[in-house]
């Protein structure tokens, strides 16, 4: 579980990017941040994994604050997926998502092996193993982008806007893919959209941010589906 303790960050230009944000990312839950550009989603996802620290408050990972967690140790732990998946141009897609598993100290084959079974589980075709990421297209991208996310099976995973830069059909069966995975997996998805379809569809909760960087509502999606 991830709670969110009163917490702030404060950009050294002095822009509130969150403002006192408390909120609870409970385990085996897709908890989605959605709200307008700017309204702090990104920020709220990097605090967790220390890309950025927060300048207020506490972030506490199973009750441990991450505050007192080195960078490398905690994202062990925490696997994180970004829009345009970011993977590495020169690497071939099985060695792509065998990079934490090689970071770790994996037997090579071992971390290969691991690769291919998860090539599978996000639904693509083992023969794309030996490919590089430019013969992919942008959605088979998003998905090797999940499959490195998953790779050292980590109990959290953070996607911000995964699925957004793919057309809408793709994005649909990648949406459908994730349900399908978490429902096998039971990670704590920490999931950043602007899409309130998307965050209904995904979401266990749905917590709405405001510009400004305030939590206007957490809600159960079949609530914010009725109003
Ligand atoms: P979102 O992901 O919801 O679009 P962000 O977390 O990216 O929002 O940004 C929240 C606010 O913080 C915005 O006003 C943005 O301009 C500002 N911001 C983001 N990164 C920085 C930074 N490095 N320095 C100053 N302001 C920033
Ligand atoms: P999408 O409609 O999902 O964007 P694309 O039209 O980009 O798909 O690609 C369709 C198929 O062609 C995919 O299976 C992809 O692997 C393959 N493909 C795309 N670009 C290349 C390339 N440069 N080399 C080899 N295969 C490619």
Known sequence: M??????????????????????????????????????????SLRMINRMIDASEGRILLDGE????????????????VIQQAGLFPHRKIVDNIATVPY?????????????????????????????????????????VGV???????PPVLLMDEPFSAVDPIVRTSLQDELLRLQAE????????????D????????VAVLRVGGTLAQVADPKTLLSE
Not at 147 to 153: E, P, S
Not at 198 to 205: N, P, Q, S, V
């Open 2 to 43: 991830i709670t969110f303790d009163a917490v702030t960050k404060r950009y050294p230009d002095g822009t509130v990017a969150v403002d006192r944000l408390s909120l609870e990312a409970p385990t085996g839950e897709i908890t989605v941040l959605v709200g307008p550009s700017g309204c702090g989603k990104t920020t």
């Open 65 to 80: 604050p991450v505050q007192g967690i080195d960078p490398p140790t905690l994202r062990r732990g925490i696997g994180y």
């Open 103 to 143: 970071l770790l100290g994996w037997d090579k084959k071992k971390a290969r092996v691991r690769a291919m079974e998860l090539l599978e589980r996000v639904g693509l075709d083992p023969a794309l193993a030996g490919r590089y990421p430019f013969q992919l297209s942008g959605g088979q991208q998003q998905r």
């Open 147 to 153: 499959a490195r996310a998953l790779a050292a099976d």
């Open 185 to 196: 997996l039971n990670k704590t998805i920490v999931f950043v959209t602007h899409d309130i």
């Open 198 to 205: 998307e965050a209904i569809k995904l979401g266990d909760r």
